[in-house]
């Protein structure tokens, strides 16, 4: 009878290990560990320090005060997020840019990372898939599991998968793929390299799309740290995106909400790819049934916290969490290049993507500096192949840990 | 180049219709825009009324204040919860029960039916599955979306899933199917019925599945309204289940978190299945891979509050909360009795499961509610084709609706 067991997605055992911060994590432990007295400082997972400002927490517990009686109290909200935050989103955030947004076209989720996995859910599995090299671990990641791929080479590239290195050599921006894919993920301001695009560069890629009838999915979860006016926040400020483009936005880094979790998609209602049977159908349909039979809305008193991000002081508050991390990245990107090492990414961006020295392996270059240094980065080879060689910091630390770090590697690395 | 533009994923178009609680929303529209006099009680969607607790409340909030400063700030959480709630879970909800559960073999998610949805990821394709007839639409609409199923017939029913019938005539309890299947879904105290199951009567489904190597999928979402002390409140209570059985349940109903999000998943450790090699594999593991991936934990703050529901006054507010429900299902059972309606459920269960009058079809009934009686309930025959002629009713109203829904009822129907 074994043969007849309920069978297991086998596509999860294709995956090489585990995914990348937990085996930070186990490494950092047993450092910790073993060196009781040091005092470890994380600029790795690039997760925030600093706390919610006081316009909104003030919302998040007004709004949890709603709950506390049964006139205000509320129950199931609509699947695809709150008029009153998705409004907000579009009037204060969209339309500065010039992009007019219906609100029908954007869905509030719990978090970017579920948005970007959750979205191959309405896509046919026989599409073939370009991801950049190195990346979010997620977009390779969600894809083996989904079945997409064949096994992993010797180098990591899964079968099946279209991979566009970004290195030194291209400026770490991707060249458009040789052969024909339908889906191609982009992250600007990216992780794990801070490289950023402009808008001819983007412009590019959305008139490759249109070209080859592809579907770009837009990762924009760093876009508030853009300071440079001519770098474009939204690939929709790109004439014919919403034909050919899904953007995904998060409040994590720009709020500090990774402990409280929300993001957003945005599907055009433009947008649309074919059936089996030739005929078009529109994603936005799709994501909706998706989201309403699949999720059940993000947190009530989340949503709420989050509309509060684009109240006048809000947006004051949480420009100002920005700045500070951006002079975070600063800090770094100059203490770094002053330490004589090679420095990338920390401008528009709040990811430092450094050489390693002496020809140091990515995971050599981690150990050397937890064990020498006692700060802890991510490994660029985590991030792919061509990650090799290459390290990133995050700029999300407090202030006193980011100098204390750079200090720290100075005194290490300075001929 | 028609032909290349990226492919959706077709089976979403074999779905029917609209999700069910969609359409009802629509029709409700549409009569209080014909009808703004009318007062109408919602008894329909099973969304809770009562406000959180204090208890809760004030963890909530306090989890709130955590953000606000650097110290105790919080940003990204385990993937699969905290162990502050995990634990509490564990002590004070399973252990009383003679459950014993490792941390490892729970998970806490933003929601029971993102679980119910997402739990297909970890299983291979070509399992056969068997649901209720009636059942939780996402179970069903689940499986069509992944791919599992042919198109429906005229009936409803999907080619390639096994539907389970439970009518008056067996007891609203399903009998073993006659084909080999490997995963079932049950649920008791069961939506939309309910029913519960007896100690005995799980023990059967174990039995079968272990001697039949299938996988219980267990909803438990309505556990807390289990009054009689005979009745289990998990499938762990009987012997042998951790070995097929994976269970789901929800702080939504429980706790009033319909709007706040908060649900879990057990994957025991000795829950295996297996690969297409043969080889056996746990579950669990997987489920893990795939919630670090696909998954960022729920907000701390919503984590922070369930877990206040465990301390000995959350519970006994909480505990006051069912009760009001449970006095509010007595009401409209022994009211629609009276009217002379057959009645099911309402015991041990917030759903009261009643037969369409005269012959009437579900929808029509409805209707007739709606126009006759301004109460908004649940057509059966939307939970699949054997709730067709019956109807329900939730027992999550404020009282006094309740008590006057029931009294417009009594006035309508009795002869």
New interface residues.
């Given amino acids: 009878?074994?043969?007849?067991?309920?069978?297991?997605?086998?596509n999860?055992?294709k995956?090489k290990a585990?995914?990348l911060f937990?085996e930070i994590g186990r490494r950092v432990r047993a450092f910790a560990a073993a060196n009781p007295e040091a005092k470890v400082i994380r600029l790795g997972?690039g997760?925030?320090?600093?706390?919610?400002t006081?316009t909104i927490?003030k919302a998040?517990?007004d709004a949890?005060?709603d709950?506390?009686?049964?006139n205000s109290?509320?129950?199931?909200?609509p699947e695809q997020g709150y008029d009153f935050l998705i409004d907000a989103i579009i009037e204060k955030s969209y339309k500065p840019l010039g992009v007019d947004l219906k609100t029908t076209e954007m869905f509030i989720s719990?978090?970017s990372?579920?948005d970007c996995?959750?979205i191959l859910?309405?896509?046919?599995?026989?599409?073939t898939v370009a991801i950049g090299d190195p990346v979010y671990?997620?977009y390779n990641?969600?894809n083996v599991?989904?079945g997409r791929t064949g096994d992993a080479d010797d180098k990591g590239y899964y079968k099946g998968l279209v991979y566009m290195p970004c290195t030194e050599e291209n400026g770490f921006f991707p060249a458009y793929p040789k052969e024909?894919v339908?889906?191609i993920y982009l992250c600007f301001p990216n992780n794990p390299t801070g490289a950023v695009a402009t808008k001819e560069q983007l412009k590019g890629w959305v008139d490759y799309a249109l070209a080859?009838?592809?579907?770009i999915l837009f990762d924009a979860a760093y876009e508030a740290f853009i300071t440079d006016p001519s770098i474009p926040h939204s690939i929709y400020e790109v004439e014919g995106a919403k034909k050919c483009a899904i953007e995904f936005r998060s409040f994590s880094k720009t709020a500090?909400f990774?402990?409280?979790?929300c993001g957003l998609v945005v599907v055009p209602e433009e947008l649309?790819?074919?059936?089996?049977t030739?005929e078009?159908?529109s994603?936005n349909k799709?994501w909706l049934?998706?989201q309403?039979?699949?999720?059940?809305?993000?947190?009530?008193?989340?949503q709420k916290a989050a509309a509060a991000v684009y109240t006048e002081q809000g947006w004051k508050e949480t420009q100002a969490n920005i700045d500070y991390y951006m002079e975070n990245a600063r800090i770094i990107r100059e203490g770094l290049t002053a330490a004589g090492l090679t420095v990338y990414g920390g401008v528009n961006a709040p990811y430092i993507w450094l050489k390693t020295p002496a020809g140091l392996t990515s995971w050599d270059f981690f150990d050397k500096l937890l064990n020498d240094c006692h700060v802890v980065g991510t490994p660029g080879s985590g991030f792919g192949p061509s990650g090799e060689g290459y390290f990133r910091l995050s700029a999300f630390g407090?202030r006193d840990n980011v100098v204390e770090a750079v200090e720290r590697i100075k005194k290490n690395f300075k001929k």
């Avoid at 709950?67 to 049964?70: F, I, K, R």
């Avoid at 859910?121 to 599409?127: G, R």
């Fill in positions: 009878m074994e043969e007849d067991v309920a069978k297991i997605n086998d999860y055992l995956l585990g995914y937990p997972i997760d925030v320090t600093q706390p919610l006081p927490l998040f517990h949890v005060d709950l506390a009686t049964e109290f509320m129950g199931y909200g719990d978090g990372k579920c996995a959750n859910d309405i896509f046919a599995l026989d599409n671990p997620v990641d969600t599991m989904i024909k339908d889906m080859n009838d592809s579907i500090g990774t402990g409280v979790r649309e790819g074919t059936t089996s030739g078009k159908y994603f799709l049934r998706r309403t039979t699949k999720f059940n809305g993000a947190s009530y008193p989340v407090n």
